[in-house]
């Protein structure tokens, strides 16, 4: 049998992936100098070209770095990495939502030009396939026989959910293209997820912290949430939840569990199958919003509760907002056993999904192009999330704790107690520069003294002089 011969990128990313691998184990730690490129080249039996290639992919990381006439040493290291946040402690009891006005200021506040922005958790223009993405959208239009000015069936484009239902396998799915309903995003979903299985003066679990979105879309519902302690790294505490269950009468749940936002924490796939079966014995419903899911940084992706359902009690819900096209507002559920409630719903709130963003979406998808964008994206996400973590680390003070998520746009901070997230944030904005404070991830306006950093931007000039600014004001805070 032939022996098997790697493409000389292959190579250079498997020679890095064990330089990185020594790294995590602290085998190497900060400091400590690397061979040179020609010893390398020469240990490994490859290239210099290859020799280099990896080194480069590694500092691109930020995790090692090249210092003039003295080779590459390494830079990042777990061990001086600054400690996690701590778990969320939300006040025990089932309260009705208000959604402060200071959502509202915060982003009324960040529509400045020359704003740098760590508030928003989305992609940049700059590492989505714009070409690509217009290329799609005119061979849609030439395909249509009404050049896409018709409505589209009420259940959504019959191509793209078909591409969704292949799309599902890769987190442990089967549906098949009719259990699929496109929506305008994924905060469709969720809300008229929500509406067709609860009613108003209901009570919903929810994670804490978690998006400020969802807490609009219970008060437009009339529903009161139990707020559900959340580990940084594990996600929700299930044996909190299971005592809370018959305490507060709770109807339904909402949750992120793959790389939560603001948190970024990633509920391991067994505890996500337990928390599935619990809901199950209990007959209450999930609704799971898995926005962030294919953002990860691993070798494979997370599964997702619907994975383990098998009584058609978990909603399943999505969109290509955060991966691939924001502005086209395409999103999706799998509503299970409530699939023709949820119809019912969408012919009375919204009817038909955008026509020409579907077919743009679906040509996109079937010509291959999604999963080689998604590559490039995660590959980006999780270099980008290295470089943010050690500037907080190098500009914040030492008692600033941080999340160190394996996937999604967001970190997590959390600061000395006497730090007030929101006047931080409204200092910050004299500098041009914007943060989401945690109160507004917390229907009970908690977390003062912490905020969100999002990722999504690559990493530049202005995004360290951003965050070295940050850490100086905090530093400086009196």
């Known amino acids: 049998m032939e022996k098997t011969v790697l493409k000389p990128d292959h ?22 100098k690397l061979l040179s490129v020609r010893a390398l080249s020469k240990e490994q039996g490859i290239s210099l070209s290859t020799a280099f290639q990896a080194y480069y992919f590694l500092e691109s990381k930020g995790l090692i770095e090249a210092r003039p006439q003295s080779g590459y040493y390494v830079k990042h290291s ?48 700059k590492l989505l396939p714009v070409a ?6 005119m061979q849609a239009i030439r395909d249509s026989p009404t050049g896409c000015l018709n409505y589209e069936n009420v259940q959504g484009n019959a191509a793209l959910r078909k591409q969704i239902a292949r799309q599902a396998f890769n987190w442990g799915g089967t549906p098949s293209e009719d259990d699929i309903v496109v929506t305008a995003g994924a905060v469709e979903a969720m809300s008229l997820c929500m509406k067709a299985i609860t009613k108003p003066g209901d009570t919903v679990a929810i994670e ?10 219970m008060e437009s519902h009339g529903l009161k949430v139990v707020e559900i302690p959340t580990d940084p790294t594990r996600g929700i505490d299930i044996d909190y939840l299971e005592q809370a269950i018959p305490r507060f009468d709770i109807k339904a749940c909402l949750f992120v569990n793959t790389f939560n936002n603001p948190l970024g924490s990633c509920m391991p796939d067994d505890r996500k199958k337990k928390l599935v079966d619990m809901l199950a014995k209990k007959d209450i419903p999930l609704v799971e919003d898995d926005i962030y899911g294919e953002m990860y940084f691993g070798k494979t992706r997370p599964r997702t509760c619907k994975s383990f359902d098998r009584k058609g009690l978990v909603l399943y819900c999505s969109s290509f907002s955060k991966s691939l096209a924001p502005g086209y507002r395409i999103g999706w559920t799998i509503p299970g056993k409530f699939k023709e409630r949820f119809m019912r719903l969408k012919r009375m709130h919204s009817v038909s999904t955008n026509t020409l963003t579907q077919a743009a979406l679906a040509n996109f998808l079937s010509n291959g192009r999604y999963e080689l964008h998604l590559r490039h ?3 980006a ?98």
């Open 377 to 379: 994206l995660r590959k």
């Open 132 to 137: 690509k993405l217009a290329k799609a959208t």
């Open 381 to 478: 996400l999780h270099t980008q999330s290295l470089r943010y973590q050690q500037a907080v680390a190098e500009y914040f003070p030492d008692d600033t704790r941080v999340t160190r998520p394996t996937g999604g746009f967001t970190l997590w901070l959390e600061m000395n107690k006497k730090v007030d997230a929101y006047k931080l944030h409204r200092k910050a904005l004299k500098y041009n520069i914007g943060i989401a404070p945690g109160p507004i991830f917390s229907t009970q306006g908690r977390f003062e003294n912490c905020f969100r950093l999002s990722y999504g931007e690559p990493w530049s000039e202005s995004v360290e002089e951003g965050i070295k600014t940050l850490g100086k004001l905090v530093r400086e805070w009196k």
């Open 78 to 125: 777990h061990e001086h990495a600054l400690e996690l946040p701590s778990i969320s402690d939300p006040i025990d009891d089932a309260l009705p939502v208000s959604v402060d006005d200071m959502i509202k200021q915060v982003y009324s506040d960040l529509n400045a030009k020359g704003i740098v922005n760590f508030s928003v958790a989305t992609p940049s223009i």
């Open 11 to 32: 190579k250079y990313a498997e020679v890095a992936e064990r330089i990185e691998s020594l790294i995590e184990k602290k085998v190497l730690k900060m400091g400590d």
């Open 208 to 217: 804490t912290p978690t998006y400020y979105a969802i807490f609009q879309v």
